[in-house]
């Protein structure tokens, strides 16, 4: 995500539309005795680099920081997962780490789609996920935004049934316009349709709103 070097101040991406709500959502024991919070965040700031090196860690192609940054500030709620000391305001602590994070785009009113969601490797199989995206959908559920899709890869169609997401609800299928990137006359880019592949999933409501 490195396009240049900017200074650490406009690294950090701010979102005014959302107040800043903190669940801790797990404890971690290690075993020097040493307690670790991992911290759910709604709103706040993100640091472009340390979003860079999660997206590294869980597998994902390295995107323009310039355009990460407006993709962040553009929606409408962005939530993140920290991995920090019980009082992170101590001189001995550590800085918290970004292990996790999740953003929705929303007309703020009907539809709501969650996008970017991943966990840090090193943190998974621990539900942190699970309560990523649940935390995620309540917050939208107390905006009235009822109607909550994602797009998921095969691997990850029963991580996401399994909180109540419908595959393709009623037949419905997602249809995608985007630029094919075959070269045509004289190297622009041949632009058409496209549609839900068998590797990815359009993911509808199915959540218990009362959750």
């Known amino acids: 995500m490195h396009d240049h070097v900017v200074p650490a101040s406009q690294r950090m991406a701010y979102y005014?539309?959302?107040?800043?709500?903190?669940?801790?959502?797990?404890?971690?024991?290690?075993?020097?005795?040493?307690?670790?919070?991992?911290?759910?965040?709604?709103?706040?700031?993100?640091d472009l680099d340390d979003l860079e090196?999660?997206?590294?860690?869980?597998?994902?192609?390295?995107?323009?920081?310039?355009?990460?940054?407006?993709?962040?500030?553009?929606?409408?709620?962005?939530?993140?997962?920290t991995l920090e000391a019980p009082d992170p305001g101590s001189p001995a602590a550590p800085p918290p780490r970004l292990v996790?994070?999740?953003?929705?785009?929303s007309d703020g009113?009907?539809?709501?789609?969650?996008?970017?969601?991943?966990?840090?490797?090193?943190l998974q199989n621990l539900g942190l996920g699970k309560a990523l995206v649940e935390t995620m959908v309540r917050a939208l559920l107390r905006l009235d935004i009822t109607n909550v899709t994602l797009f998921a890869d095969a691997h990850t169609i029963s991580f996401y049934s399994a909180l109540g997401f419908?595959?393709?609800?009623?037949?419905?299928?997602?249809?995608?316009?985007?630029?094919?990137?075959?070269?045509?006359d004289g190297g622009?880019?041949?632009?058409?349709?496209?549609?839900?592949?068998?590797?990815?999933?359009?993911?509808?409501?199915?959540?218990?709103?009362k959750g």
């Open 188 to 209: 622009g880019a041949e632009e058409g349709w496209g549609r839900c592949t068998p590797e990815q999933t359009c993911c509808g409501p199915g959540l218990d709103q």
């Open 16 to 46: 005014s539309s959302e107040s800043l709500d903190e669940v801790v959502l797990r404890k971690f024991t290690q075993s020097d005795g040493t307690v670790y919070n991992v911290v759910f965040r709604k709103g706040g700031p993100v």
């Open 53 to 81: 090196q999660l997206c590294a860690k869980v597998g994902w192609p390295p995107r323009p920081s310039a355009k990460v940054r407006i993709a962040l500030a553009n929606s409408f709620m962005v939530g993140t997962l």
């Open 109 to 122: 009113v009907f539809n709501a789609t969650l996008w970017d969601v991943a966990v840090d490797p090193d």
């Open 100 to 105: 996790g994070l999740a953003r929705a785009t």
């Open 166 to 184: 419908q595959p393709d609800p009623q037949g419905i299928k997602g249809m995608f316009w985007f630029v094919q990137g075959r070269a045509v």
